[in-house]
């Protein structure tokens, strides 16, 4: 399968993120996508290529001007406010929740940091912006290839993206590759696109983008989100809204569910974007899933995901795969890269 690896990732590099009072490591580290890069190369899995060259007005497609402007100018800000800020990362602290405006734009950077995201564990740094537009790039580019006629292609970047919203980051996400990798299908004149979430956390991110649509079928099998991040998003009865009712399918699973109860909630993803009738089918590819994956709590196997790569290929779609989350460093490049060797050439 043919990769497009987004070779600026480590410009993204956040050092704490907070948790339960503290500031722990970051989960989500450069060495992520190392390890898939290897395993891509250890097992001769096909080209591997950078990302073209990407018009700006791409990314507009799905993210708002003033969310864009804010993640171009940020580092910036924050480093203004206090030189010594250089050497800390940016987290957001206050957050404008229902009573309060989301008209305003404050002119504090403090407060855009709330406005513009969602949770305390997301870091902005100094190359946080390059790294994520270089990852546009690439599912955008991985999108343009399977148009020209390749069977599938696989967007190796970081950070992740089914997390961030039209104007959010969050989870770790700032832009929202599988919806721009979408949303580029969709430009380019395939009528029905799906969007298949395979990673541990519902993608609230992308929901929110194509909620109200018709022409992007949305479908996600993930941990509850009762027990589990996102908290406030991933529920079994949001099925669309408008135009989109009926194109939202949130399959929520009880933390602590193995293979064979995941597999089934897949089993029902892929019937109801074949009732869809999709064009192509991009895959947020998360595998957090893992046993072994430290903030996550399902069971699957390394063996298990040669078989969701083929559960996934049996759908007869051309298909965006886009990497997202996975924290197992070890063995989150034997994990990701089944999948695309159980899907096929
Ligand atoms: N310290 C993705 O998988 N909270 N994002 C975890 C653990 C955030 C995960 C708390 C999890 C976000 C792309
Ligand atoms: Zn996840």
């Known amino acids: ?52 060259e990407l018009p700006a007005v791409a990314i507009a497609r799905i993210h708002s001007q003033r969310y864009l402007d804010f993640l171009a100018g940020a580092w910036q800000e924050w480093v203004a406010l206090d030189p010594a800020n250089a050497n800390r990362d940016a987290l957001p602290s206050y957050w404008p929740i229902r009573s309060f405006r989301s008209d305003v734009l404050p002119a504090s950077f403090s407060a855009r940091m709330g406005l ?85 956390h519902h993608g609230n991110g992308t929901q929110s983008i194509f909620y109200q649509r018709a022409d992007v079928f949305f479908a996600s099998v993930h941990c509850d989100p009762h027990t589990e991040y996102p908290y406030f998003l991933g529920y079994a009865d949001e099925r669309g809204a408008g135009a989109g009712e009926g194109c939202n399918l949130n399959l929520p699973l009880a933390r602590g569910s193995g293979f064979p109860r995941w597999r089934t909630a897949l089993a029902q993803a892929l019937r109801a974007i074949a009732d869809f009738r999709a064009d192509a089918l991009v895959v947020s590819l998360g595998v957090d899933t893992f046993e072994g994956d430290p903030i996550s709590g399902f069971g699957l196997r390394s063996a298990d995901y040669l078989a969701i790569g083929e559960d996934i290929a049996a759908a007869g779609l051309p298909t965006v795969f886009v990497f997202e989350g996975g924290y197992a460093v070890a063995e989150v490049g034997i994990n990701t890269v089944n999948v695309l060797e159980g899907f096929g050439q």
């Open 1 to 52: 399968m043919l990769t497009i690896y987004n070779d600026r990732h480590a410009l993204h590099q956040g050092r704490f993120e907070m948790f339960r009072g503290e500031l722990v490591p970051c989960f989500e580290v450069p060495a992520r996508a190392d390890f898939v890069l290897r395993e891509l190369q250890l097992r001769g899995l096909g080209a591997i290529e950078g990302p073209q």
């Open 116 to 200: 513009f995201s969602f949770d305390a564990g997301s870091p902005l740094t100094a190359g946080t912006w390059a790294a994520a537009r270089a990852g546009a790039a690439c599912a955008i580019t991985a999108a343009r290839k399977v148009l020209q006629g390749e069977r599938a292609a696989f967007a190796l970047t970081r950070p992740p993206g089914h997390h961030a919203g039209m104007d959010f980051f969050g989870g770790y996400c700032f832009l929202n590759n599988a919806a721009l990798a979408a949303q580029a299908l969709r430009d380019a004149g395939l009528e029905r696109v799906a969007v298949l979430d395979v990673d541990y």
